[in-house]
């Protein structure tokens, strides 16, 4: 099977899940209090905490600072795991993630959740990479959250639930990797040849992109190889050949048999904003009435799944070190294979990421 295909099937597994979620649950352990507005607000919040806002970096519309996308993924997982377990603390029908607790039947979920996902932000860093001026509006937010939740013993008990629930998910992720900074001679590069990737000198920043994901345990998995894909084609594959060809039509800059809608579709599928699968998983739940736990539950089964997706992706991509089609196509005479036919003019349509196939 095609490598890349592989890697497609585990790209959209968190789509796939959110996609089954119409499914019955036990009886909620409290009736009162089940909008699901707390969840899409910390969520949001979230999502602005871990990808701020404003002008794009080298990732583009938006601000992932010093994360690559596959890091601030993992992040969001973790972040979410921590909202699923308040919910499920406070409405039962489902198993937690990190830690079970019974909350009081008079616990704001609104308290909780806003506590469970600020004080797990907090407990990330500093690999999370919040400048001061990130945490301080992530701290005034919740302060001011807080404050709109009348006082009293319901106010009190989510905010303990909170705590918990962030200090067990907090503790989960100690020594997990997101601290490491390796280089790329840390992960045991292959020497040059046919098949073996090379960076992009025509995008030289970054120079090379998730190191940290191999390094990083996984949030659901119980290894980062578990799914790992069977690997690239033989380049003298009659696979290979199919692949080259398709790739070399339709992925390149100025191709004239790309429609386009495919056209669209590949710039789409190329883009790195969190926002758009985030939004999209929080309309989905509006569009299907979801309440605040089955709300929490799906945004964490996507991001969950979705964070070891990238670890998982990522795991594979710097085992087998396969070459990009932009090396690939223009030095395809060194492959050994007499079907592929080399294009030194060749260059794809989005300027390629530095990281293997």
Same mark, same amino acid.
């Given at each position: 099977?095609? *490598?890349?295909?592989?890697?497609?099937?585990?790209?959209?597994?968190?789509?796939?899940? %959110? !996609? *089954?979620?119409?499914?019955?649950?036990?009886?909620? %352990?409290?009736?009162?209090?089940?909008?699901?507005?707390?969840?899409?607000?910390?969520?949001?919040?979230?999502?602005?905490?871990?990808?701020?806002?404003?002008?794009?970096?080298?990732?583009?519309?938006?601000?992932?600072?010093?994360?690559?996308?596959?890091?601030?993924?993992?992040?969001?997982?973790?972040?979410?795991?921590?909202?699923?377990?308040?919910?499920?603390?406070?409405?039962?029908?489902?198993?937690?993630?990190?830690?079970?607790?019974? %909350?009081?039947?008079?616990?704001?979920?609104?308290?909780?959740?806003?506590?469970?996902?600020?004080?797990? !932000?907090?407990?990330?860093?500093?690999?999370?990479? !919040?400048?001061?001026?990130?945490?301080?509006?992530?701290?005034?937010?919740?302060?001011?959250?807080?404050?709109?939740?009348? $006082?009293?013993?319901?106010?009190?008990?989510?905010?303990?639930?909170?705590?918990?629930?962030?200090?067990?998910?907090?503790?989960?992720?100690?020594?997990?990797?997101?601290?490491?900074?390796?280089? !790329?001679?840390?992960?045991?590069?292959?020497?040059?040849?046919?098949?073996?990737?090379?960076?992009?000198?025509?995008?030289?920043?970054?120079?090379?992109?998730?190191?940290?994901?191999?390094?990083?345990?996984?949030? +659901?998995?119980?290894?980062?190889?578990?799914?790992?894909?069977?690997?690239?084609?033989?380049?003298?594959?009659?696979?290979?050949?199919?692949?080259?060809?398709?790739?070399?039509?339709?992925?390149?800059? $100025? *191709?004239?048999?790309?429609?386009?809608?495919?056209?669209?579709?590949?710039?789409?599928?190329?883009?790195?904003?969190?926002?758009?699968?985030?939004?999209?998983?929080?309309?989905?739940?509006?569009?299907?009435?979801?309440?605040?736990?089955?709300?929490?539950?799906?945004?964490?089964?996507?991001?969950? *799944?979705?964070?070891?997706?990238?670890?998982?992706?990522?795991?594979?991509?710097?085992?087998?070190?396969?070459?990009?089609?932009?090396? +690939?196509?223009?030095?395809?005479?060194?492959?050994?294979?007499?079907?592929?036919?080399?294009?030194?003019?060749?260059?794809?349509?989005?300027?390629?990421?530095?990281?293997?196939?």
């Amino acid at each position: 099977m095609n *490598s890349l295909t592989q890697f497609r099937k585990i790209s959209i597994l968190p789509l796939l899940i %959110a !996609l *089954s979620l119409v499914i019955e649950r036990a009886p909620a %352990a409290h009736a009162a209090d089940l909008a699901a507005t707390p969840v899409i607000d910390w969520s949001n919040e979230a999502r602005r905490a871990i990808v701020p806002p404003g002008p794009g970096g080298i990732f583009g519309s938006e601000n992932y600072g010093n994360k690559f996308p596959g890091e601030a993924a993992v992040y969001m997982g973790i972040v979410h795991a921590a909202i699923y377990d308040a919910a499920v603390a406070i409405e039962g029908g489902y198993e937690a993630y990190a830690i079970t607790l019974i %909350a009081p039947p008079n616990t704001s979920s609104a308290a909780a959740i806003a506590t469970a996902a600020h004080h797990t !932000l907090i407990g990330l860093q500093p690999p999370l990479g !919040l400048t001061p001026a990130q945490q301080a509006i992530l701290d005034g937010d919740y302060a001011n959250y807080l404050a709109a939740i009348p $006082d009293g013993a319901a106010k009190t008990n989510g905010i303990a639930v909170g705590e918990q629930v962030a200090a067990a998910v907090v503790a989960l992720r100690v020594n997990d990797g997101r601290e490491q900074n390796p280089t !790329l001679a840390d992960l045991n590069p292959p020497p040059p040849g046919p098949g073996i990737w090379e960076r992009n000198p025509g995008n030289p920043l970054p120079p090379v992109l998730g190191l940290r994901l191999p390094g990083i345990t996984p949030l +659901a998995l119980n290894s980062a190889s578990e799914f790992r894909p069977d690997g690239p084609n033989a380049l003298t594959s009659e696979e290979y050949t199919e692949d080259f060809d398709q790739v070399k039509d339709l992925g390149r800059i $100025d *191709s004239t048999t790309r429609t386009p809608a495919q056209t669209i579709q590949a710039l789409f599928w190329t883009d790195h904003d969190l926002r758009v699968w985030n939004d999209g998983m929080l309309a989905l739940a509006v569009a299907h009435g979801l309440d605040l736990v089955q709300t929490a539950r799906m945004l964490a089964m996507v991001h969950v *799944s979705g964070g070891d997706a990238m670890i998982a992706g990522f795991v594979a991509k710097y085992h087998y070190w396969f070459w990009r089609p932009f090396t +690939a196509i223009p030095e395809a005479d060194t492959d050994g294979n007499p079907d592929t036919e080399a294009d030194p003019t060749w260059q794809p349509l989005r300027t390629t990421p530095n990281h293997p196939e």
